[in-house]
């Protein structure tokens, strides 16, 4: 299968746990991005890579998350002290950008489900 | 803001019916993109629409955006079961999508 990996697929945690995701885009994606999914909406912006470097961050990333994609293939999103609110399914897409000035089809993720006890 | 207002938020039709989902911005959109997330699933893209005016088909699915890039919509003719999820707009920019908060399309046999 070549499409967009995440791993793990749920993650159970403590309040005040840190916990790490890990996606793998397509490979031949030069952009990555994280979005945040809670039940009945639709996913929220948190960031995006193009290549290695992170060229956006939305507000709805707060200083406990952070996420890197160090050799511009594969990112984890991490997020420290968790709180009941970042229950949500985490979803990582990709896409092959080829002109900065437009948008691409995004390829998503099977996400990561993580629940806050 | 730059929110995407999608209506209706659910959607029950008898299989063989018709069903249109609206997507509306109070501002000019420079592109709509539009995702089908099945139950349990992850978004999967559809299609772009780009231009003014523009209508695309892609079989049973009829999608459209307005002349005046505000609005968009989606017509599935004759619903069948494979049809049921949530589609979801989005807006299209460079650098992310915003995504409305979907119409749940279910379809009963």
């Known amino acids: 299968d070549t499409g967009v990996s995440q791993d793990p697929r749920h993650k159970i945690t403590k309040r005040g746990q840190n916990v790490t995701f890990r996606c793998d885009p397509i490979s031949e994606h030069n952009r990555l991005y994280w979005y945040r999914q809670t039940l009945g909406q639709g996913p929220e912006f948190l960031t995006y890579f193009q290549n290695e470097a992170q060229l956006e961050k939305s507000r709805l990333l707060s200083d406990r998350f952070s996420a890197e994609r160090p050799k511009g293939s594969f990112s984890t999103l991490e997020i420290q002290r968790t709180e009941q609110g970042d229950s949500a399914m985490y979803l990582c897409?990709?896409?092959?950008?080829?002109?900065?000035?437009?948008?691409?089809?995004?390829?998503f993720g099977p996400g990561t489900r993580l629940t806050v006890t | 803001g730059q929110q995407v207002m999608q209506i209706p938020q659910y959607q029950h039709v008898q299989e063989g019916e018709d069903f249109t989902t609206y997507c509306n911005s109070s501002?000019?959109?420079?592109?709509i993109q539009w995702y089908k997330q099945r139950p349990g699933g992850h978004p999967v893209f559809l299609i772009q629409l780009v231009k003014s005016g523009e209508v695309k088909k892609q079989k049973r699915l009829t999608f459209q955006f307005g002349e005046a890039k505000k609005n968009s919509s989606l017509h599935i003719t004759a619903t069948q079961t494979t049809d049921v999820g949530t589609y979801f707009c989005a807006r299209g920019s460079a650098r992310q999508l915003t995504f409305g908060s979907g119409t749940q399309l279910t379809v009963l046999p």
């Open positions: 501002t000019t959109l420079s592109n």
């Open positions: 897409a990709s896409s092959l950008v080829q002109s900065l000035a437009i948008s691409y089809e995004q390829y």
